[in-house]
């Protein structure tokens, strides 16, 4: 039976996250988390794919917090078993280290077909993960995957390369990376909720990978975040209006006169 | 001592090589450095020429008939090659999504840092190169520096400009690697409609969003952009749930930077904001007054697609005539 992976990132729910008014800090720690967009995107379609073909759903999650719930909703919309990779060591991580933290956990689930990922999460939105994981794995990649297709051992995707659509073939075992307009993934019923809690989760720590906590310290570090500001967006915030609408537009296109985007030589 | 030196560019797609070679000239004059351009693929010397003539000291040209169109082996390992021989400090590349699957490729096999997507590049006052990202879908910008090198960055396209035409020409240098195999066959390559690429260029955007509840709607902003000389874009309802569209504004689409961003019946999630955030004027009509869109306006008017619209054709018409 084929056998797919998903990596499921745990991220911060952006559209949740707040804005302390005294320290001007973004509220990171208090912010619900959820399965990254893009990754839930990326399971959507490896159970498609279980229920076009027949296969194995297993997700992969490396995480320096609690990721029960978050997990259980993977189990609960048809993933077949979760592994977690749970250690606070884990907090702060870059994405060689997580991919090298992926591929260890992938290489003791033995043999598989396909890892499907995010194209990036919705989070920290750097993209890397996939692409570092394939090439420590040594497989083929696929990104920015619109269409997937399995076809006896060969795996062919549509590219949603903004300016064209390229369709790519490889033999797998292969990585794909998903983007935001594959499919829409299911919500669970409760009755797939309830038939979850009986799925096994197995959890791991680091030192079970063979990781020990000074490598994760210090060599493997690539990158320092140095600060995270909330960007201040200066707009004039002019509201414009008229008796009626030929005036309101009359109003207007005066104001874009007077700030040059329009009119001149153009006009 | 440092064994890494100076600062290299690479894109495949040629404009995005010179307006990041725009950047790179400028750091490298800070830090007293050489810019390198890196130019794969076959028959391109106009290319190398061209790159040698916009900020690059040097150009690294391979020639090769297997790099005529991009394949990630082919041009990883040639990437891989040049790195490895000649070790640069910093390496640039283009943020195109071939661009960055790249560069994180390329970094793993350096086991080396990326930061994707970078708008600015600065040297600290010790002349360190830190780089800002967006982060939290727009919620944030994080300020990041590398622990090793090379430092590897991608730069999507209109962060930076290209240089003006200089005299000063760079050197060229023809070289041969050896490739790797691909691992990916490309069977087929279908372009986008033409009217809906490259908004990334685009000077002037119309911008539709869930406001426009019927596809015929869409009209009213095809034709102001046609007065305009616009191009026509949409948020990412339009694209995702209602297909009317095969590609979007915002974080996870089309970053732009026009000069002037009118967003039609777009309600302005962070996710949008964060596409748009660099225009120049934002202009936003909106019959919800309470739309977010509002809170990052240059120019608000509350009202109805339906009665605005019709009236800013006619305006901007009659000031066409003048």
């Not at chain 1, 829409?184 to 799925?199: E, G, H």
């Not at chain 1, 020990?212 to 909330?230: A, H, N, R, Y």
């Not at chain 2, 962070?270 to 225009?279: E, L, N, Y």
Request: proline share 3%; charged share 30%.
């Amino acid at each position: 039976m084929l056998r797919v992976i998903v990596c499921l990132k745990q991220a911060i729910d952006v559209t949740q996250l707040k804005m302390d008014s005294k320290t001007l800090r973004l509220m990171t720690e208090e912010a619900p988390r959820k399965i990254s967009d893009f990754d839930k995107n990326a399971l959507e379609e490896a159970i498609r794919i279980k229920e076009c073909l027949g296969c194995e759903v297993v997700t992969v999650t490396v995480t320096a917090e609690e990721a029960k719930t978050t997990v259980k909703e993977a189990l609960a919309m048809g993933a077949d078993r979760a592994y977690v990779i749970k250690d606070p060591k884990i907090a702060g991580i870059d994405t060689l280290t997580t991919a090298k933290i992926l591929a260890e956990a992938i290489k003791r689930l033995g043999a598989f077909d396909l890892i499907l990922c995010g194209e990036a999460s919705i989070d920290s939105f750097s993209g890397q993960v996939a692409a570092r994981l394939a090439e420590i794995l040594g497989i083929p990649l696929l990104t920015s995957a619109n269409k997937v297709i399995v076809k006896d051992s060969d795996i062919i995707v549509e590219r949603n390369l903004s300016s064209r659509y390229e369709t790519v073939k490889a033999k797998m075992p292969a990585l794909v990376s998903v983007t935001w307009g594959i499919n829409q993934p299911r919500i669970p019923s409760l009755m797939a909720i309830m038939k979850a809690s009986k799925k096994e989760i197995v959890e791991w720590n680091i030192e079970d990978l063979g990781f020990t906590s000074e490598k994760l310290e210090s060599s493997d570090m690539t990158i320092e975040i140095l600060d995270v500001s909330v960007p201040k967006i200066e707009r004039k915030k002019r509201k414009l209006e008229g008796e009626n609408a030929a005036e309101t537009a009359e109003k207007l296109v005066k104001a874009l006169i007077q700030e040059g985007v329009i009119g001149g030589g153009d006009f | 001592m440092n064994e890494y030196k100076g600062i290299w560019a690479f894109s495949e797609d040629h404009s995005l090589l010179l307006e990041i070679l725009g950047k790179g000239r400028e750091i490298a004059d800070k830090l007293e450095t050489e810019v390198t351009a890196i130019v794969l693929g076959h028959n391109v010397k106009e290319k190398a020429e061209e790159a040698a003539t916009y900020g690059a000291d040097k150009v690294y040209l391979i020639d090769n008939p297997l790099l005529e169109s991009f394949q990630s082996e082919r041009y990883l390992s040639a990437l891989t090659s040049l790195t490895f021989r000649y070790k640069p400090e910093t390496f640039l590349i283009g943020s195109t999504k071939d661009g960055k699957a790249l560069a994180a490729r390329l970094a793993t096999r350096l086991n080396t840092g990326c930061i994707t997507d970078c708008i600015q590049l600065e040297l600290t006052d010790e002349k360190k190169l830190v780089a800002k990202k967006i982060v939290y879908g727009g919620k944030g910008i994080a300020t990041i520096l590398w622990q090793v090198k090379p430092q590897i960055a991608t730069i999507p396209l209109r962060t930076f400009t290209k240089l003006e035409f200089r005299e000063k020409k760079g050197q060229i240098i023809q070289l041969d690697v050896e490739l790797e195999e691909p691992k990916t066959r490309r069977l087929t390559v279908r372009p986008l409609e033409v009217s809906r690429i490259r908004v990334e260029e685009a000077e002037i955007i119309v911008s539709c969003g869930r406001g426009f509840e019927k596809k015929e709607d869409l009209a009213l902003a095809e034709e102001l952009a046609k007065v305009l000389n616009a191009q026509v874009g949409c948020s990412r309802p339009l694209a995702e749930d209602r297909k009317w569209f095969t590609e979007w504004i915002g974080l996870s689409g089309h970053k732009v930077k026009p000069k002037l961003y009118i967003a039609l019946g777009i309600s302005g999630v962070i996710q949008h904001v964060a596409g748009i955030r660099d225009s120049k004027v934002i202009v936003a009509i909106n019959k919800d007054e309470n739309a977010p869109i509002f809170e990052i306006a240059d120019y608000a008017i509350v009202g109805d697609i339906h009665e605005i619209v019709p009236a800013l054709i006619k305006a901007f018409q009659k000031c066409l005539q003048k």
